[in-house]
């Protein structure tokens, strides 16, 4: 094992000089330009006037990996890499972030080391070396690159790995894109069949006359020994996936927390969380009953009158999100979607079975969309090809709700 540090020295440090009014100063790179994958995303790079004379070494080369030093949140941890293969002698990085290049790429080639650290952000590794300020986590990135150690292997392993590693992410990209379009093919068919479903000369009925609305928990208040499910706001994904975090006892939830059921949709009233489209389905929870944060609104199916997937999709719509997202209330960063839009909120309802023919076109489409997932799976690590004991993570059987009610 090699300390970091011994591999690329200390992180240099970001400038960020002045603003740049006329557009002729030097494109730096900043955190916003970082992306979960370790990719630079070139779009909305500002440029800046530095006057700042000894910045020749720190100039972008090919191979550099950027870390960031400031930014993260209490869900995503601060610490972030990307690795850099753009034009060289072009781009500078911020003052919240670090440079870390390669000292000898005879030994080291700096793909191998990126992807070290990149894997060890991926599984927490820079949690120990937070510290928090307001607003900010910022990384001890001098005692981080210090303590971290990676392994040596003889550099023609470390390019083999490495490229094994790029085709795999070539692949994971591709499946990805797979499944965006199948989601935007979603979306356009609920437009075809349904149109704006804010028309005025279509609309028929008030939302909440077309769905039992954040329905009482009163319904399981002689059930307070059934174990249950409990679901919070990272359960729920922009990409309308529904997880379940562990299981408890009606009693543990009962106060405190939304109540739903297996079929109702659920949607993030909060803000960021209701801008990102947090909106899905409950599905497979213990005993058909499952609990959640109360930042949580809930639409519940009528029978005979409305289904799952055309609540969730007219959610999504871009003409509701643009609506009710413009009558938010609250003040900054605790906005929220409440009740009275919904009460007043007049949309086209379809016939029930032109609803029933999206929801199976919807299911079609779902059922592509985990062949893609399970051709991903298939791709991933080579040279583990063995089959899994195991996929994915046992939910925890507990009691302990401790962890706050406002997920996001």
Known sequence: MTKLKDITGKALSGEWGT?????????????????????VNYENVVTRIITKK?????YLQSGDIIIEKSGGS??????????FDGPENTYLFNNFT??????DKNEWFPRYVFYSLFANYKKGGTRPFENKTTGLHNLKTDDYVSRYEITEIPLNKQVAICAQLDQILKVINLRRKEISNLDDLIKARFVEMFG?????????????ECVEFNPKKSEVKDLMCETVSFVPMECVGADGSFKIKEDGLVKDYYKGYTYFKNGDVLLAKITPCFENGKVA?????????????????VSRPIPGVSNSQWIKYMLKNEHVHELATINMTGSAGQKRIQTPFFEKLKVYLPPIELQNQFADFVSQIDKSKLLSGC??????????????KHVGVPRRRTKDLRGGRRQQ
């Not at 209490?74 to 972030?80: A, L």
């Open 281 to 297: 389905i409950a599905e497979n929870c213990t005993n058909g009953i499952g609990f959640g944060t109360t930042e949580f609104h």
């Open 196 to 208: 704006n479903p804010l028309d005025k000369s279509k609309a028929n009925m008030y939302f909440v």
């Open 74 to 83: 209490d869900k995503q941890p601060v610490g972030r890499v990307i690795y």
């Open 19 to 39: 603003d740049d009014e006329t557009g002729v100063g030097i494109p730096v790179l900043r955190t916003t330009n970082f992306t979960n994958e370790g990719i």
């Open 375 to 388: 051709r991903l799976f298939h791709s991933w690590a080579p040279e583990n090809r063995d089959k899994p």
């Open 54 to 58: 000894d910045i020749s070494e720190k």
């Open 98 to 103: 670090g440079l870390l290049r390669v000292r």
